[in-house]
């Protein structure tokens, strides 16, 4: 690989004929980049990184020492097929990240936006599609197939289901197992997890206005508590919803479960 003149490259670093490597970039100590990596503008490897198989990474994102990034999907189906691993930009992936390529089975791509930041010890496997700004604490783990919507914070030591799907705005506290569809801007915790309540310091701190958390409020209060299934207070609350907010809430519930989200900004 020809280096650009403003790249930083470590005499200890292996960068394997093929890769493509931004301007500005700085690959540190005893790295090792694959043949079919691509890094952006200004992507730092701080030491220790491995990049593997066909993965990209977004522009002035920064990757900590020890993180594995594109190695093979741990699932027993992949039989080497080519799939990739899309990071966008501006992420932090702290140390011991894991993040692996799609699979066949799964449309093939490992979805990640831009703006997130990914703490010591997580783990993103086959298939996962994450929006922007999303938050993974220490040691978070998210099974394949997930969709993680915007703006979802999820706590250290917590663990997301295969197949689940996290509404935008939404919180996942501390040491929670979440095996079930979260709605957009909710509240999960506790060791197997239920929904608990809104995200509302989330919410304030987005700048919702008092009215529209009231009304998200008062849509809650239906959904938990109102007549008959949760399905059939999520179509009456369809028929009455008149606040976007409460709309984003409807239609993740009553909208298809299909598992391509793709957040605005995601590449």
């Known amino acids: ?26 690959v540190g100590p005893f790295c090792h980049v694959g043949p079919e990596a691509r890094l952006g503008d200004r992507v730092e490897l701080k030491s220790h990184v ?24 741990q699932d027993l189906k992949y039989r080497g097929e080519k799939t990739r691993l899309i990071i966008g930009e501006r992420n932090r992936i702290r140390e011991h990240v894991t993040m692996n390529p799609g699979t066949e089975g799964g449309g093939g791509v490992t979805r990640i936006g ?40 999820i706590g250290g030591l917590s663990g997301v289901h295969q197949r689940v799907r996290i509404g935008e705005g939404a919180i996942i506290g501390a040491l929670t197992m979440v095996t079930n569809d979260v709605i957009p801007f ?20 987005r700048g919702v206005t008092h009215a529209d958390i009231t009304a998200l409020r008062a ?36 909208g298809s479960k299909d598992c391509s989200y793709l957040a605005p900004g995601a590449r």
């Open 1 to 26: 690989m020809p280096a650009k003149p403003d790249t930083s490259i470590h005499a200890t670093a292996l960068i394997e004929k093929g890769a493509e490597l931004g301007q500005g970039c700085v």
């Open 114 to 153: 831009d703006d997130g930041m990914f703490m010591a010890g997580c783990h993103v496997a086959h298939d996962v599609q994450i929006g922007n700004r999303v938050i993974l604490v220490n040691n978070a783990a998210i099974a394949g197939h997930c969709v993680i919507q915007d703006d979802v914070i």
């Open 50 to 73: 491995v990049i593997a198989g066909d993965s990209e990474i977004g522009s002035d994102s920064t990757v900590y020492p020890f993180a594995c990034i594109g190695e093979v999907p």
């Open 186 to 205: 909710g509240l999960v915790q506790a060791p197997r997890g239920g929904l608990d309540g809104l995200n509302l310091v989330g919410l304030k701190r």
């Open 219 to 254: 849509a809650f209060q239906m959904l938990a508590q109102g007549e008959g299934t949760f399905q059939d207070r999520a179509w009456r609350l369809k028929d009455e919803a008149d606040n976007a907010y409460v709309s984003k809430i409807v239609e993740f519930i009553t």
